[in-house]
């Protein structure tokens, strides 16, 4: 079952951006990652202290984000062929200007095989 959170990060920055201490970084990237998983093969949850993923494998620049609703962006990237290929992704994360993580997500394993494309999606909610 696939686990989410906003973390600490995200909204220490959110705070300081309401109360115009400091500007909002937009978010620029996601993070993949396959160490979201125990001895048991379940899943992982991520914490809202947890500044990294658990092993991060590769950043990439989002390819788009999608308004939803007014309270719901999505925001979306593609795996392309080659890309992690033979690996299992079992934890993404956005990230933002700064290269802070501001929201993480782990999930059971994702394999991706060389010669195909994989796409992945979060949703930032209010």
Do not use: W
Not at 20 to 29: E, H, N, Q, S, Y
Not at 34 to 42: H, I, L, Q, T, V
Request: with cysteine; hydrophobic share 40%.
């Amino acid at each position: 079952m696939a686990e989410s959170i906003v973390t600490d990060i995200a909204r220490e920055k959110m705070l300081k951006a309401r109360a115009g201490v400091a500007p909002l970084p937009k978010i620029v990237g996601m993070a993949f990652g396959d160490g979201a998983k125990n001895a048991s093969g379940g899943v992982i949850a991520p914490v809202a202290d947890q500044t990294e993923l658990r092993h991060e494998l590769l950043r990439k620049e989002i390819d788009r984000y999608e308004v939803v609703s007014r309270l719901v962006y999505r925001y979306v990237c593609t795996l392309n062929e080659g890309e992690l290929a033979n690996k299992y992704i079992n934890e993404i994360a956005l990230y933002d200007e700064d290269g802070d993580l501001i929201a993480i997500k782990s999930f059971l394993d994702k394999g991706k095989d060389e010669d195909q494309e994989m796409g992945f999606e979060i949703d930032d909610t209010f």
